[in-house]
């Protein structure tokens, strides 16, 4: 069976527990909105802090949904042993690794779409007419947060105490997404039209490099 | 390894003798930097530090390919080994850069781009030793923690470009930079005698730590096998 | 044939056309043997040089206390567990790629290996495209209504009773069509009728040509069993089938 059927059974059944719990969902969407609203509460910033801070809130907010959200990813197969079952089944194991990060990706896509112009109105910073390419690097973003933070979680989720330890793992590994991601979506909301081809191909590189090591590494990390 | 104790306990001597005579040329031989002074001096150690820092990181890289291509466990011991060395020396880098900071960039602490690189490796290899601490089975452990040092790795140059392209206030490349930059022979050769010394250093703290971990590992199988001798012993049933 | 403890009509038709399929796969059943296997978990052993053959289409029973390896045995027979030293392999799978061997194993575990969330019918359906068969719904269908779980298919796996749940754990294994069967003590948490209708099933599946393994407490299981094993500590310490020759499978009584 290929690995683009086998990833896409995989994701469908990823997506259709979501549709049907609203589990991940509704963590992440609350979580950010928290987030949007305690930072404003924190910091009360002024229309010009807001334009500045809000770059590093908006990624900050989705690494941290992220991580939240990333811990059930793995922890969820184990209830009844389905990673297991998943294993036993006649299919490359990255094709379990990529319906995953796809879920996850999709999942967090999502909340971004929802909350670009919430955060927007909120910071009062008008996004209008740099949103194609704002969700551009945010999308690139996110699937690095995808591929690296779903990896560690099938990593941590037979570890002690291993909701203290993705987001340890994860965030350190996510440093240069999150430089690149900060400065790039900072460029766009405040000179407008364009974007550092450098930051775009630092997030790029980061997604190529580590789906690459996560295909050539899935076998031993489905391993027990 | 073929060497003997004394042989080992003579290599301790000779590294320690090594680094004091380091320190002897980096204050007295090596010439006074002209803009920054005797603070200068630090570069020494600082610089060499850092490299020895980001070699064992590299070496841990490949024991982690050399434990998944062969999933033989000294591979595993010798990535432990590189790591935490590393992370010791690297540690170094962040106590000694501030230290080279203050008196000439006026702080402590700077976001420069090399000082946090070091900053964010010291994290990702933190997260390395506390991921191989919390995780439970021994086997999967090693499977694991040899990933995560590969992905900590490749973290490495995608962190440095990034920090590079977000700030630099760090001295230029100061021995391979452009026509007016480079050492002062005097200085080269102290530092790179200061650079061998810590090598060995590296490898004898290395070469230390893999030990003990190989002996841990005999330990718990001893124990192991004791715990099994115990309940032979005692004659247990089979339950059917 | 009847399915003990169960009034499901439609279950007794579609349990055969099930069997059908195994039957006819069964001429090529799949055994499996291990060579001075050993398992470590850092410092445990887990399975000590066991060596152990199982020919296509026995029907093996595996004692032992608990902790005595015959979950990680079975796992490693699964493929799911790699040991550390010595061999494990499949007689009659000889120039079987490793997918392909995979493809006529079945596990039943301590665990449903399905998902709550989902309804049986689509854990089954999910597991039937995840393995590339054809049809994967009516695969589901006959593979409920074969373990009795007809009349339930559309409800969530959460709001199955421990019965019910095994039952599901044995219509997910059974819906591949396995050549390959392993259970791992099957009959934890079954009350009498269940460990009947399991007793049953094992009997069916055994003359349906397909290869059984079987880690249990229940020493009643031997007689159904053409042989068992016994483990302690990692090690076989007896096998009824004599050692070390393997037996052939109707040299046995």
């Given at each position: 069976?290929?690995?683009?059927?086998?990833?896409?059974?995989?994701?469908?059944?990823?997506?259709?527990?979501?549709?049907?719990?609203?589990?991940?969902?509704?963590?992440?969407?609350?979580?950010?909105?928290?987030?949007?609203?305690?930072?404003?509460?924190?910091?009360?910033?002024?229309?010009?802090?807001?334009?500045?801070?809000?770059?590093?809130?908006?990624?900050?907010?989705?690494?941290?949904?992220?991580?939240?959200?990333?811990?059930?990813?793995?922890?969820?197969?184990?209830?009844?042993?389905?990673?297991?079952?998943?294993?036993?089944?006649?299919?490359?194991?990255?094709?379990?690794?990529?319906?995953?990060?796809?879920?996850?990706?999709?999942?967090?896509?999502?909340?971004?779409?929802?909350?670009?112009?919430?955060?927007?109105?909120?910071?009062?910073?008008?996004?209008?007419?740099?949103?194609?390419?704002?969700?551009?690097?945010?999308?690139?973003?996110?699937?690095?947060?995808?591929?690296?933070?779903?990896v560690f979680s099938a990593m941590a989720a037979q570890a002690r105490m291993r909701e203290l330890l993705l987001p340890l793992l994860l965030l350190p590994v996510l440093a240069p997404v999150l430089i690149a991601g900060v400065e790039a979506t900072g460029e766009l909301l405040a000179a407008g039209h364009s974007v550092g081809q450098m930051w775009v191909s630092m997030l790029a590189g980061f997604d190529v490099i580590f789906t690459t090591a996560t295909w050539l590494l899935s076998g031993y990390l489905v391993e027990e | 390894m073929m060497l003997g104790k004394a042989a080992w306990n003579l290599a301790w001597w000779a590294v320690a003798i090594g680094l004091g005579f380091a320190g002897y040329a980096i204050f007295f031989i090596a010439p006074r930097e002209l803009t920054m002074g005797s603070i200068q001096r630090i570069f020494y150690f600082h610089a060499a530090t850092g490299i020895s820092a980001y070699l064992c990181f590299f070496l841990s890289f490949l024991a982690s390919i050399g434990y998944l291509a062969s999933r033989q466990p000294r591979w595993d011991w010798m990535a432990v080994s590189t790591a935490e060395v590393g992370l010791a020396f690297d540690t170094v880098v962040l106590i000694t850069g501030p230290i080279w900071a203050k008196p000439v960039w006026g702080t402590w602490w700077v976001w420069d781009a090399r000082l946090t690189l070091a900053f964010i490796v010291e994290l990702l290899y933190i997260a390395y030793l506390l991921l191989r601490r919390l995780s439970t089975e021994m086997d999967r452990r090693g499977m694991i923690?040899?990933?995560?040092?590969?992905?900590?790795?490749?973290?490495?140059?995608?962190?440095?470009?990034?920090?590079?392209?977000?700030?630099?206030?760090?001295?230029?490349?100061?021995?391979?930079?452009?026509?007016?930059?480079?050492?002062?022979?005097?200085?080269?050769?102290?530092?790179?005698?200061?650079?061998?010394?810590?090598?060995?250093?590296?490898?004898?703290?290395?070469?230390?730590?893999?030990?003990?971990?190989?002996?841990?590992?005999?330990?718990?199988?001893?124990?192991?096998?004791?715990?099994?001798?115990?309940?032979?012993?005692?004659?247990?049933?089979?339950?059917? | 044939m009847r399915l003990c403890g169960e009034s499901d009509g439609d279950a007794g038709a579609g349990f055969s056309e099930v069997l059908l399929t195994v039957e006819r796969n069964a001429q090529s059943a799949l055994g499996v043997a291990f060579e001075r296997v050993e398992k470590r978990y850092g410092g445990l052993f887990a399975l000590r040089r066991v060596s152990l053959r199982i020919e296509p289409g026995e029907f093996v029973a595996l004692f032992g206390p608990n902790g005595s390896g015959k979950t990680t045995l079975l796992r490693m027979a699964a493929l799911l567990v790699r040991p550390s030293a010595g061999?494990?392999?499949?007689?009659?799978?000889?120039?079987?790629?490793?997918?392909?061997?995979?493809?006529?194993?079945?596990?039943?575990?301590?665990?449903?290996?399905?998902?709550?969330?989902?309804?049986?019918?689509?854990?089954?359906?999910?597991?039937?495209?995840?393995?590339?068969?054809?049809?994967?719904?009516?695969?589901?269908?006959?593979?409920?209504?074969?373990?009795?779980?007809?009349?339930?298919?559309?409800?969530?796996?959460?709001?199955?009773?421990?019965?019910?749940?095994?039952?599901?754990?044995?219509?997910?294994?059974?819906?591949?069509?396995?050549?390959?069967?392993?259970?791992?003590?099957?009959?934890?948490?079954?009350?009498?009728?269940?460990?009947?209708?399991?007793?049953?099933?094992?009997?069916?599946?055994?003359?349906?040509?397909?290869?059984?393994?079987?880690?249990?407490?229940?020493?009643?299981l031997a007689a159904l069993a053409g042989r068992s094993v016994w483990l302690q500590g990692g090690r076989m310490i007896r096998d009824s089938a004599g050692e070390p020759a393997p037996l052939a499978p109707e040299a046995r009584s």
């Open positions: 069976m290929s690995l683009v059927r086998s990833a896409s059974t995989v994701l469908a059944k990823e997506l259709r527990i979501e549709l049907r719990t609203h589990d991940l969902t509704n963590t992440i969407f609350f979580f950010v909105l928290m987030i949007a609203g305690l930072f404003s509460f924190a910091f009360s910033p002024t229309a010009a802090e807001s334009r500045r801070i809000l770059p590093g809130l908006v990624w900050m907010a989705f690494f941290f949904a992220g991580t939240l959200m990333l811990q059930l990813c793995f922890v969820r197969e184990q209830t009844n042993d389905t990673l297991a079952a998943l294993r036993l089944a006649p299919i490359d194991p990255f094709a379990i690794l990529l319906g995953k990060i796809l879920a996850n990706f999709a999942f967090l896509a999502a909340t971004e779409i929802i909350f670009v112009p919430i955060f927007s109105v909120f910071y009062n910073v008008s996004v209008g007419e740099v949103i194609g390419r704002l969700l551009l690097v945010l999308f690139l973003g996110t699937f690095g947060l995808a591929v690296v933070g779903t | 923690s040899a990933v995560f040092g590969i992905f900590a790795f490749l973290d490495v140059p995608l962190a440095y470009f990034s920090v590079r392209w977000w700030r630099t206030e760090h001295p230029g490349p100061v021995i391979a930079g452009g026509p007016n930059s480079g050492l002062d022979p005097r200085m080269w050769h102290v530092f790179a005698f200061t650079w061998l010394a810590l090598l060995a250093l590296m490898i004898l703290m290395i070469r230390d730590r893999y030990r003990l971990e190989a002996m841990r590992q005999t330990v718990s199988e001893w124990k192991a096998e004791e715990e099994l001798g115990v309940e032979m012993a005692e004659g247990k049933e089979v339950t059917q | 061999r494990v392999y499949h007689p009659g799978a000889e120039n079987l790629s490793s997918e392909a061997v995979r493809r006529q194993i079945g596990l039943v575990g301590h665990k449903t290996l399905a998902y709550d969330e989902l309804s049986a019918r689509e854990n089954l359906i999910f597991f039937a495209r995840l393995y590339g068969l054809e049809n994967p719904a009516e695969r589901a269908e006959e593979a409920l209504s074969a373990v009795g779980l007809g009349k339930r298919a559309g409800d969530a796996a959460s709001t199955f009773s421990r019965g019910m749940r095994q039952r599901l754990a044995i219509a997910r294994a059974l819906v591949t069509e396995p050549r390959l069967l392993l259970f791992d003590e099957p009959a934890t948490g079954l009350d009498r009728q269940g460990r009947e209708w399991l007793d049953e099933t094992f009997q069916t599946l055994h003359r349906s040509g397909a290869t059984l393994v079987i880690s249990t407490h229940d020493e009643a």
